[in-house]
């Protein structure tokens, strides 16, 4: 079962590339996606969907990642539809809201860019073992240091949220399943009844949160963990095929900013 | 050696003596299991070990280190390493290399030591073809010695397990307990707490603990051969102990101060050739 964040092991030649490429492309992604007008947006998604296939990440694996944030993702899409203004063609009276051509345009825009936002930091953190992301982070935070901010910590803070985020979700599952167990059927439960069961889980998980992150800090601890004082596994060294994608990044990030003027 | 004098310790907030004056020389090189009934203080104790936690009263020498000293710590660490009983606690990398780096990255070391140092701890371990998993998807044993592998990492001259078996399948378990004793005879001091005494009479020297004291301490064959008191305290004999002991009820000769198999077998056999 895949999760956000999960590093998962391939051979294609974005599993190779720098990590500092792949945050900056990331980066530079986010940016292009939020300023995409519709056409150019579909292009990109597009493009980042076969970069993903290329990338050998399959289908199923993205709907896993996307699954957790559908709730979001469908809200996103009626807040959008429902409070653009535009020549409304349905309208709700009791609620005084109206559904209009450009609500289910922008609403349509704004979740695919959210979806492509998505794919993009799947494709980074699928391909790039969490501690080279880290270290990319670093880099680039360092100028930072100069003004006495802890980037060893925030990095060491990075590295334990990702590592946390498939634990909890892992300890979610197990005490819905204990529920489920004990004869709790959430479709056949009434609403006093479910919000009882969400408010025990929340509970039960953020008991295990805090008795985790105490073990872990121990453990820490332990392997002689000392702020600020620490080298790297990770070496960031650029290398040929880098250079090669930078270049692709910026041809690529040229020519979005003309397709995107021409469609404006 | 670990020379632990006269300590104390008390959870404040439980209002719990955890440890009242136990004393203990561990040996480089030397196996010792911890044993005793839940709660005794075994965990406090081994932590002590490793300056997790200090003493309330009395004193903690690593190889000349006290403990109290603060300024000690990052030595005293690198000697004693620590196995935790949930692996799933004390991982902290999200692939299994990151996560064997970590102790060596804390002790600043450069990023090709590092490298060397990691791909010596998964050898010794025997899983230098997981380097690269993501530790989710490991078996609750790959994860014990991916925690195993973490410890070696940093070259420590005493490692304290806690329960490194428990809720491990037999074959992983026999695999665990495999590279302790490995690791012993390259001269790795070995603080083992377990309650399955068949693991406890692997060692060369075991120690009883009950309500915070050492209540005994010997060979295991002197342990072991205390059936009484151990029973007073809860505690059950290595399987075939217990096995002998029945036999000499039931009123054959045989030796009930044996902890190994093997002797155990050549009783066994003894016993079948002389009826």
């Known amino acids: ?264 | 050696m670990i020379s632990i004098n006269n300590i104390y310790y008390r959870y404040e907030q439980e209002g719990i003596d955890a440890l009242c004056g136990v004393s203990l020389e561990i040996q480089e090189g030397e196996h010792l299991s911890l044993i005793g009934p839940n709660g005794c203080g075994k965990t406090t104790l081994i932590q002590h070990l490793n300056a997790l936690i200090l003493p309330r009263q009395g004193k903690v020498i690593i190889d000349g280190l006290n403990t109290s000293d603060t300024e000690n710590h990052i030595q005293i660490r690198s000697r004693v390493g620590m196995v935790f009983q949930n692996p799933e606690n004390q991982i902290i990398g999200m692939t299994v290399e990151e996560d064997v780096a970590f102790g060596p990255e804390n002790l600043q070391l450069p990023t090709a030591a590092i490298k060397e140092r990691v791909a010596e701890a998964l050898e010794r371990v025997g899983i230098l073809e997981l380097a690269k998993r993501n530790v989710e998807h490991l078996s609750g044993g790959e994860k014990r010695l991916v925690a195993i592998a973490g410890v070696l990492a940093m070259r420590p001259r005493y490692i304290a397990f806690d329960e490194p078996t428990a809720f491990l399948d037999p074959a992983a378990a026999k695999r665990i307990l495999k590279i302790i004793d490995k690791l012993n005879t390259e001269n790795v001091g070995i603080i083992h707490i377990t309650h399955n005494m068949d693991e406890a009479a692997m060692a060369s020297r075991v120690v009883v603990i009950n309500e915070g004291r050492v209540s005994m301490e010997g060979d295991p064959q002197d342990i072991f051969g205390k059936v009484d008191l151990l029973q007073e305290m809860g505690m059950q004999l290595p399987q075939v102990t217990e096995l002998l002991i029945r036999l000499k009820l039931d009123g054959f000769p045989v030796r009930t101060d044996i902890v190994a198999m093997e002797d155990a077998t050549e009783q066994i056999k003894l016993l079948v050739k002389t009826r």
């Open chain 1, 1 to 264: 079962m895949y999760h956000i964040g999960s590093y998962i092991r391939g051979g294609a030649i974005i599993y190779r590339l720098d990590p500092r490429i792949k945050l900056a492309a990331v980066i530079v992604l986010s940016i292009v996606i939020l300023a995409a007008k519709p056409l150019p947006s579909v292009f990109l998604g597009l493009a980042l969907i076969i970069l993903a296939f290329f990338s050998g990440i399959r289908l199923r694996t993205i709907a896993q990642a996307v699954k957790p944030l559908l709730f979001f993702i469908v809200l996103i899409f009626f807040v959008h539809a429902l409070f653009t203004e535009g020549n409304a063609f349905l309208s709700i009276t009791c609620f005084g809201l109206s559904l209009s051509r450009a609500g289910l345009s922008a609403g349509f825009l704004v979740t695919w860019q959210f979806l492509c936002l998505i794919l993009a930091a799947v494709l980074l953190t699928m391909t790039s073992p969490p501690a080279q992301i880290i270290a990319a982070i670093k880099y680039y935070l360092y100028p930072l240091k100069l003004l006495r901010v802890p980037v060893d910590v925030i990095a060491v803070m990075i590295m334990l949220a990702l590592r946390m985020m498939p634990v909890l979700l892992s300890e979610k599952e197990r005490i819905e399943i204990a529920q489920r167990a004990r004869g709790y059927n959430e479709k056949k439960s009434g609403f006093i009844l479910r919000i009882k069961a969400f408010l025990s889980l929340t509970a039960a998980v953020l008991l295990g949160v805090f008795r985790r992150a105490d073990e872990l800090a121990v453990a820490m601890e332990a392997r002689n963990y000392q702020q600020d004082t620490r080298t790297s596994f990770v070496e960031l060294r650029m290398v040929s095929t880098d250079f090669i994608a930078l270049f692709f990044l910026s041809v690529f990030f040229f020519i979005f900013i003309a397709l995107n003027y021409c469609f404006g």
